[in-house]
């Protein structure tokens, strides 16, 4: 569980989080990385306990722009800055895809034109 607070935890440090479906729940801080813990569940939730917190979950994104689920090297500035990168990713992949097959239509034509007639 990622979980955002100004409070002051400690690595090992017992938390009680209530669950939809699941209801008090044992999780202990095993990373932190400023105000952002990681914690694990002491008992393993089953799929169906995290699909009712996740459909619970006020929304996909946190206020910071942080996803719920990224790992800690993944945080960003902002949400707009993960929809532009993720956006200048995608084009840059179209962009050298396109170039990559003009150079090859260019290659194919000029074999087929410039080749000699026997």
């Given amino acids: 569980?990622?979980?955002?607070?100004?409070?002051?935890?400690?690595?090992?440090?017992?938390?009680?989080?209530?669950?939809?479906e699941a209801g008090i729940r044992a999780?202990?801080?095993?990373?932190?990385?400023?105000?952002?813990?990681?914690?694990?569940?002491?008992?393993?939730?089953?799929?169906?306990?995290?699909?009712a917190?996740?459909?619970?979950?006020?929304?996909?994104?946190?206020?910071?722009?942080?996803?719920?689920?990224s790992p800690p090297g993944a945080l960003l500035e902002s949400g707009d800055a993960y929809e532009t990168e993720t956006d200048n990713s995608a084009l840059l992949v179209l962009i050298v895809g396109l170039?990559?097959?003009l150079l090859a239509t260019l290659l194919f034509l000029s074999a087929v034109f410039l080749a000699p007639v026997r």
């Fill in 1 to 20: 569980m990622l979980l955002e607070t100004a409070a002051d935890l400690t690595l090992g440090e017992r938390l009680y989080v209530e669950l939809p």
């Fill in 27 to 51: 999780a202990v801080v095993v990373w932190i990385r400023g105000h952002l813990f990681g914690c694990e569940f002491q008992v393993p939730l089953t799929k169906n306990i995290v699909s």
């Fill in 53 to 69: 917190t996740l459909l619970r979950a006020p929304s996909e994104r946190s206020i910071d722009g942080v996803d719920d689920l």
């Fill in 99 to 101: 170039a990559v097959l």
